[in-house]
């Protein structure tokens, strides 16, 4: 017999009771400091009271209706992306991997529709994640994605991040888009240089290519700005949100400038749950809160204290950790020994991280930590150490 559960998933022997602020209390009566966040979800933290607020008033009026009826909330949470970004229009969908499916439609759409549907590849980089569908893993190429699933869809070319002449050699007649993670979260949060992310977007004007930026990992405030986009001063064609963007409620986003919206007529495209009145209650909470006056700022403020701690660890641990890498509270800390004994010893003192590609062991705290959390993970991280050197 096997498990009911499909085992696509090999999770710690551990599950929660509930969570509040940037605690989760396991089942086993300990309490844990959420340095996961759910992969960079609840950035706002556990029970945060205003999304709890948002989500039972809605559950308490009106679940779902479809998109054959207007929903307000989509509306309302379109225009609140809409004048916080460079985008002129929005769909919702329930997860990343439906945004970036949403944005690789688009991209072909909009050439169609101007009459060069022969325009359809797209340029993507080696070493990224884009999600789990089938063209989501066409998108980053990498064989641990596509293997055993027959054959790739077909459209993408990969080219290594950083590499710009290679980019141009890639480019052909067929060449739609450039698609691009701001910072290769999966990869090991491998930052992407924003002079790289310049010279894209100067590519894709001069060869009249869309730049599609996939920020479902760095969007939300997760390196301190809205988007990872406003760093480098640019701004993209098509971009991809989720994670964050429901705080632990499954929503996901496609934004685009009003060319590429244009092409998306009636029909093209939807979901049955996309945009439902939950989602759109929690997410644009998330969104209200992020917009606060000091919510970036204190983002920063606390990247820039956990990277300064940990740089001391690091210090003073050289035979175990390596490096310290990210923007805001999307950091990767790249370990000499496998990341996996890093991981496994914070857990053991109560701490959960996430890993990544690259030996990396990934820390996306909730945005809303503060000192003494940076303080207690500081103090945790030193203790792993040292344990791991004494074996
Ligand atoms: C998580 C992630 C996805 C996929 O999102 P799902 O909600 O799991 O489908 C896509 N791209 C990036 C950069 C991600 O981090």
Not at 158 to 184: C, F, Q, Y
Not at 200 to 226: A, F, H, N, S, V
């Amino acid at each position: 017999m096997i498990p009911a559960l499909l085992s696509n998933y090999a999770p710690a022997d551990l599950s929660f009771e509930k969570g509040k602020g940037p605690y989760l209390y396991g089942n086993d009566g300990r309490r844990y400091l959420d340095f996961a966040a759910g992969i960079a979800v609840s950035g706002l933290g556990h029970a945060h009271p205003r999304l709890v607020a948002a989500l039972t008033e809605q559950a308490q009026k009106l679940w779902h209706v479809s998109n054959l009826f207007r929903i307000p909330g989509q509306e309302e949470l379109a225009r609140k992306l809409v004048d916080a970004t460079f985008a002129d229009a929005v769909y919702f969908c329930n997860s990343g991997a439906e945004a970036n499916e949403c944005g690789i439609k688009m991209v072909r759409k909009y050439f169609s529709t101007n009459g060069q549907p022969e325009k359809y590849r797209i340029i993507a980089f080696e070493n990224s994640f884009h999600g789990r569908t089938l063209a989501t893993i066409a998108a980053a190429g990498q064989e641990k994605l596509l293997a055993g699933f027959g054959p790739v869809v077909d459209g993408f070319d990969h080219v290594p991040v950083g590499d710009i002449e290679a980019v141009k050699a890639a480019i052909t007649d067929e060449t739609a888009a450039i698609l691009i993670e701001p910072v290769l979260g999966e990869g090991g949060i491998q930052v992407v240089e924003p002079e790289f992310m310049r010279a894209l977007r100067t590519l894709c004007d001069e060869r009249d290519l869309l730049l599609m930026l996939d920020e479902i990992q760095t969007g939300m405030g997760r390196t301190g700005k809205l988007f990872a986009y406003e760093h480098a001063g640019i701004k993209p064609d098509i971009l991809t949100s989720a994670k964050a963007l429901g705080g632990g409620f499954p929503v996901g986003a496609c934004l685009a400038v009003e060319k590429v919206a244009k092409a998306m007529t009636v029909g093209s495209h939807g979901s049955t749950y996309g945009g439902n009145p939950l989602a759109m209650a929690v997410a644009g909470t998330v969104v209200d809160v992020m917009s606060e006056k000091g919510f970036m700022d204190h983002v920063v403020e606390m990247g820039n204290h956990l990277k300064q701690g940990i740089v001391g660890v690091i210090d003073r641990h050289p035979d175990i950790l390596e490096e310290i890498r990210g923007i805001g509270l999307h950091l990767g800390l790249k370990c000499k020994v496998e990341n996996t004994l890093v991981s496994n010893k914070l857990l053991e003192l109560g701490v959960l991280t996430a890993k990544g590609g690259d030996n990396v062991v990934r820390l996306l705290p909730p945005l809303i930590i503060e000192d003494d959390e940076v303080s207690e993970f500081i103090n945790l991280l030193d203790e792993a150490c040292t344990e791991l050197e004494n074996g």
